[in-house]
């Protein structure tokens, strides 16, 4: 399962997510990740979520965020819920057609390991392509 979630700067998505990544806590058997461009939730979330800031691992492009992925998954098969946010950010990549590929991409791994993902956008819904609002 893969979930999107979109809006412009300012427009609550960061404390949605966090709000879901200390839900998922709670809920959630395995282990809940959260991946996020900074260090901007270090006090934010709970202190069982494991934090990753991609800027210390030079997580720059879909490619390199796809091994990342793996690479987590491969070093903790225990992982149930994978929080990213602002993907773009992370990325460096605001390709529209790059984001709905990584997106697909997400969903077949999700479903090969159940794991979830629940990912955040920098940009308004309205301009997300048919394949992106598939996990809106």
């Known amino acids: 399962m893969v979930r999107l979630i979109m809006g412009a700067a300012g427009a609550g998505k960061t404390k949605q997510l966090i709000e879901l990544i200390n839900g998922s806590v709670a809920s959630e058997n395995g282990s809940v990740v959260c991946i996020e461009p900074g260090k901007d939730m270090t ?51 605001t390709d529209l057609h790059e984001v709905e590929s990584f997106l697909t991409w997400l969903e077949k791994f999700s479903e090969k390991n159940s794991v979830k993902f629940t990912v955040t956008i920098g940009m308004d819904e309205s301009v997300a392509t048919e394949g992106m609002r598939n996990y809106l």
């Open 43 to 93: 006090y934010d979330i709970s202190h069982s979520v494991r934090l990753v800031n991609a800027a210390e691992y030079e997580v720059v492009s879909y490619d390199r965020l796809r091994g990342f992925v793996s690479g987590l998954y491969a070093g903790n098969y225990d992982i149930s819920h994978v929080f990213v946010d602002n993907l773009c950010k992370i990325s460096g990549n």
